[in-house]
């Protein structure tokens, strides 16, 4: 049996497809402006699926990058501290050397070498308690406001594991260091020693004997500065690979989520070839009425 074909069918199937063709450059013409492929995860679920998941590689990649940039700002402070009181120290161990040459020295001599220790001591004790923030990189996971005491020397800060930062997955490093273990702490820190060898001096005492105490100083500096510039490596290290891991992820995220902006552009202009076409095609076809038939 032949269905009846009515002017409203005719009608009713002509909106049908202009709207179609309304929706299709619609859709174009928002990927042309956005430069996203979607709008919503329903129009290309597995796509949608697979942008999801390359945001949630990409924050926890940038966590990373957070945390790597505020590790090496401990790591490079800390550095920079120890670096300036190896200096210092040297500096240190230089006026001992002179004066422990007791029988060439004069009182006033010796009271000036005293003054300098005393003020490098001073100098040494603002290094060991330098900050990050407001966070002593001396005093491990300790909220004390300073690693030393500036009057007993006594270390405030906490051992153990100290302050660490997640750098990738399977990977952590510690970033501040051990204040005790590079001035020692209390009446052996390298604060108290310089004191004494001042006070020493001034008693005309003959210092040359603690020329091995700042040695031995000298040297946990040197060991703490071997071991935090390891760690600075390995930060910066981590760095590169987490920036290469960051590339691929936005490379990979462009392909899937967003569009290639010339194939969009000739396909909105072939859409809208189509819908002009289509509101000339509907219009010749439905001049026709029962008024014309009836004629």
């Given at each position: 049996m032949i269905g009846r074909i009515t002017s409203n069918t005719m009608t009713q199937q002509s909106l049908r497809t202009l709207q179609s063709n309304l929706v299709d450059r619609e859709r174009l013409q928002h990927q042309a402006t956005s430069q996203r492929a979607f709008r919503t995860p329903s129009e290309d679920p597995a796509a949608a699926a697979t942008t999801l998941g390359l945001h949630g590689e990409q924050s926890r990649v940038a966590q990373f990058s957070r945390n790597l940039s505020d590790g090496l700002a401990w790591v490079t402070t800390v550095d920079t501290a120890l670096d300036a009181s190896t200096d210092l120290l040297n500096r240190a161990r230089d006026l001992v050397a002179q004066g422990a040459n007791s029988g060439a020295l004069s009182a006033t001599a010796r009271e000036s070498i005293a003054q300098e220790l005393e003020t490098i001591s001073a100098e040494l004790l603002s290094q060991a308690n330098t900050t990050v923030l407001g966070r002593s990189v001396f005093a491990g996971t300790s909220d004390a406001a300073t690693a030393f005491d500036p009057v007993t020397?006594?270390?405030?800060?906490?051992?153990?594991?100290?302050?660490?930062?997640?750098?990738?997955?399977?990977?952590?490093?510690?970033?501040?260091?051990?204040?005790?273990?590079?001035?020692?702490?209390?009446?052996?820190?390298?604060?108290?020693?310089?004191?004494?060898?001042?006070?020493?001096?001034?008693?005309?005492?003959?210092?040359?004997?603690?020329?091995?105490?700042?040695?031995?100083?000298?040297?946990?500096?040197?060991?703490?500065?071997?071991?935090?510039?390891?760690?600075?490596?390995?930060?910066?290290?981590?760095?590169?690979?987490?920036?290469?891991?960051?590339?691929?992820?936005?490379?990979?995220?462009?392909?899937?989520?967003?569009?290639?902006?010339?194939?969009?552009?000739?396909r909105l202009q072939s859409a809208e070839l189509v819908f002009q076409s289509a509101l000339q095609v509907t219009a010749k076809s439905l001049q026709t009425n029962l008024l014309e038939f009836l004629r």
């Open positions: 020397f006594g270390f405030n800060g906490t051992a153990g594991d100290g302050v660490r930062r997640r750098i990738s997955d399977n990977e952590t490093v510690r970033v501040d260091f051990d204040g005790a273990q590079a001035f020692g702490s209390g009446p052996t820190s390298a604060f108290a020693m310089l004191r004494d060898i001042a006070a020493e001096l001034r008693g005309g005492a003959n210092v040359g004997s603690r020329l091995a105490d700042v040695d031995a100083r000298l040297t946990a500096f040197t060991a703490a500065r071997g071991e935090t510039g390891a760690r600075q490596v390995q930060i910066e290290r981590a760095m590169s690979q987490n920036l290469s891991v960051s590339t691929d992820l936005e490379a990979r995220r462009v392909e899937v989520e967003n569009v290639d902006s010339l194939e969009v552009l000739v």
